[in-house]
């Protein structure tokens, strides 16, 4: 990318020949590159030498349609025809292996990440690519059939059935890795931030703690890596290593997880040749030893009978029934189906279409929920705009009509309890009721509950529906429903009174439900 964009960038071409894409050696660079004159670049030299050697003719045709693809086509189309079409994917995977797959997969979705975020252009997606950096995280893949060779860091996330930690025996933390600038914080001078001491070869105590801080850090780190490692195994850790003529450091692996497994461990007698030093065998299952294991399949020995339990085929799964919702009722408690609600309404004076009559009640619930929050002279105007909104389509006539029964409700005393502080809307309620023959899980939505200290208030909201002139002519499901919602709530306060209403918010009226009629409403319920 940085060569399309700069003809003599040496150094980019130079890396781009000798990748697995060209497979340049060093004496096919030192071939190009030596003895070209003064001011003459890489890419004029492989240019010129194009028509003595055939591989640097493919390499310069190569190039050269690159370079023109990149000045006008997007990131993620020029990309998309190198990696593809050219072969480039291929030929990295090849010569790298499968994990060059990963990178090249996320390469390509940080390019279309980068097209979407408006980032364009070759120049300005490289500069992205080099300031954010972004990281590769595996995913745990068990049906690769290879042996993979990584460092700790990066089998984060990975596991293996056999997994080799090989210590090299060299000091955890040795004083020529320690860093040049040693972050502190000063105590003495007036400085906030974060200062740096410059370690130029000189001594004194102050920095000698502060190399003895990092050198803790860096041990600490060191056998957190260990821990890592060790975590990536499945079935079989093995944990070895090599040291030179001085022989080991202290607190290397090897020697952490000797001391630590010493009496756990026992020793290998048939342990693997060529090894230097003691093996040792740590494990947590009861299998037998090697030799009774070999020598009892050698005798033939034959396991016993297999369970016959083994051999049936498993029961079905029951599965779990849906949990019972109480607007579901009315299905249950009323042998015949209540009547289509009727679509002249008194209120509204006109015909109205089942649609629209359930946008209205939505409307209507919504500012009952919303208003009684607000200070009461903010409701009326907050009303008004919000049904200016919500009922853009409607006639004038029915956003006035549904404000004032709104209006109407909140201004009334009758409800001044339904609405008093610490009540709360659409409340989410759940628990377990015996419904036809069976205990159930039911869960409902409550339109308005107000619980004090005495009793719980339960209110259900009805809006589409011409309000009944007298308590017997509210349908059964609507007390079953709210019958439901009570006995929910008592569950919740069995020390207090519950009450419960359905609120008709065309008229408004509000028909309170006797204890007496909810529990005949459950007792049906449980039966039906």
């Not at 660079?29 to 194009?50: I, P, T």
């Not at 607190?251 to 007698?269: C, K, Y």
Request: one cysteine or more; aromatic letters at 8%; charged letters at 25%.
């Amino acid at each position: 990318g940085r060569f399309a964009m700069q003809e003599n960038d040496d150094l980019s071409l130079a890396a781009l020949l000798r990748s697995p894409v060209f497979q340049f050696s060093d004496d096919d660079l030192f071939d190009n590159a030596c003895g070209r004159g003064e001011g003459v670049s890489l890419w004029r030299s492989l240019e010129a030498a194009a028509e003595a050697r055939a591989e640097f003719a493919r390499a310069a045709a190569t190039l050269s349609r690159w370079r023109n693809e990149a000045a006008f086509r997007p990131v993620v189309e020029f990309y998309g025809g190198v990696l593809g079409r050219d072969g480039v994917r291929a030929a990295l995977i090849a010569r790298l292996g499968h994990e060059a797959g990963e990178i090249l997969d996320e390469f390509a979705n940080y390019a279309f990440a980068s097209e979407r975020a408006g980032i364009a252009g070759l120049g300005a997606f490289l500069e992205t690519l080099d300031t954010a950096s972004p990281e590769i995280k595996r995913e745990i893949d068990q049906a690769r059939d290879e042996v993979r060779i990584m460092t700790v860091h990066a089998a984060k996330g990975l596991e293996a059935p056999v997994v080799f930690l090989v210590d090299n025996g060299a000091e955890p933390a040795p004083p020529q890795h320690l860093p040049k600038l040693i972050p502190f914080k000063p105590k003495t001078i007036p400085w906030r931030g974060k200062a740096y001491l410059w370690r130029a070869g000189f001594k004194n105590t102050f920095l000698e703690e502060l190399e003895a801080a990092e050198r803790a850090r860096a041990e600490e780190e060191y056998r957190r890596l260990l821990y890592v490692g060790m975590t990536r195994a499945e079935d079989r850790l093995l944990i070895c290593g090599y040291h030179g003529v001085k022989g080991p450091k202290d607190g290397i692996w090897h020697q952490l997880v000797s001391e630590a497994l010493a009496e756990a461990s026992e020793p290998v007698a048939d342990g693997p040749a060529g090894l230097d030093g003691e093996v040792l065998r740590y494990r947590s299952t009861s299998a037998p030893p090697r030799a009774e294991a070999a020598k009892a399949q050698a005798e033939g020995t034959v396991p016993g009978e297999f369970p016959a339990a083994l051999r049936q085929p498993l029961p079905p799964e029951v599965s779990l029934p849906r949990p019972f919702a109480p607007s579901g009722a009315a299905a249950l408690v009323e042998p015949v189906p209540e009547a289509a609600l009727r679509q002249i309404s008194p209120v509204l004076g006109e015909d109205i279409g089942p649609g629209f009559a359930i946008e209205r009640g939505t409307a209507i619930h919504q500012l009952l929920q919303v208003l009684p929050q607000l200070a009461e002279d903010d409701r009326e105007e907050a009303a008004r705009r919000y049904l200016a909104r919500r009922g853009a389509g409607w006639d004038a006539g029915d956003r006035q009509a549904a404000q004032r029964s709104v209006m109407s409700i909140l201004g009334d005393k009758r409800f001044a309890a339904v609405f008093a502080p610490g009540s709360r809307a659409e409340v989410e309620i759940a628990g377990h009721l015996r419904v036809a023959g069976a205990v159930r899980a039911v869960s409902g939505k409550i339109d308005r509950l107000a619980v004090s200290d005495a009793q719980a208030l339960i209110v259900d909201y009805k809006t589409n529906r011409i309000p009944p002139r007298e308590f017997g002519q509210i349908p059964p499901g609507y007390v079953a429903q709210i019958a439901v919602y009570a006995a929910l709530v008592h569950q919740i306060f069995p020390d207090r009174e519950v009450r419960a209403g359905l609120l008709f918010t065309e008229t408004p009226e509000m028909f309170d439900i006797p204890e007496g009629v909810m529990a005949e409403a459950l007792e049906r319920l449980a039966v039906s």
